[in-house]
């Protein structure tokens, strides 16, 4: 799979709806700034997948999704990544190609600006190929080749989560969804070789164990420069691979 040698640093966040991906990004860039990195935040979504605003409006028009992202205390129901016809295979096939050309584009630009040391990925291509059936081995060999071509984020973390918490935290889609788009991130894994599985957990705890993986990386001499308070600290915690 594509590496990158240059800085700046690159860290993805995946996981399924509701595993708390916003929370621990927000606390990795709050530690980082303290820390005199300068930090950059793309959302997949809004900044790399291609035709986003046409994706968006199909999803309303053809699958009567609703508008707006869930809450406890309001609920929507959409329906487009968990639509399983036929017919959205290639259609996926296509838009997730375009989106991985589009990221390695991005990132090429990114590395030659070099206006900030860490860039985080609120979602990543992964985010995508999590959605087709990875266990036919079309697909498999699909997202494989999309793995291979696209480079990977130095840091490419997965946040588990139990899906009914999560459900009840982002009320988005069924349950019976959830389970197997988590069953789909565990698969992804195996493939990619490269996703940080974080447990469940606390969220202090979580952001814990995210913050001191990513200082390992960042005393890594190989890297750019950093400040000398991220130099020589505390011992670090094993965290979970899937292999």
Known sequence: MTRRKQSPLFVSFSGMDGAGKSTQIDALRSWLKVSGLRVRVLTFWDDIAVFGRFREISSHVLFKSEKGIGSPDKPVERHDKNIRAWYMTPARFFLYFADALGLAAAIRKISREKDADVIIFDRYL???????????????????????????PDLAYLLDADP????????????DFLYWIRDSYLVLGKLS???????SGDV?????????????LLR???????PASLVGQAELVDVHRIR
């Open 126 to 152: 992964d985010d995508e190929l999590v959605n087709l059936n990875l266990n036919g081995s079309f697909s498999r060999t699909f997202a494989r080749f999309l793995l291979k071509i696209c480079p990977r």
């Open 204 to 216: 202090a705890e979580v952001a814990s164990l995210i913050r001191e993986r990513s200082e390992k």
């Open 164 to 175: 009914v918490l999560a459900r009840k935290r982002k009320p988005e889609y069924p349950l």
């Open 220 to 226: 890594d001499p190989a890297r750019a420069p950093r």
């Open 193 to 199: 070789g490269d996703l940080m599985v974080i447990p």
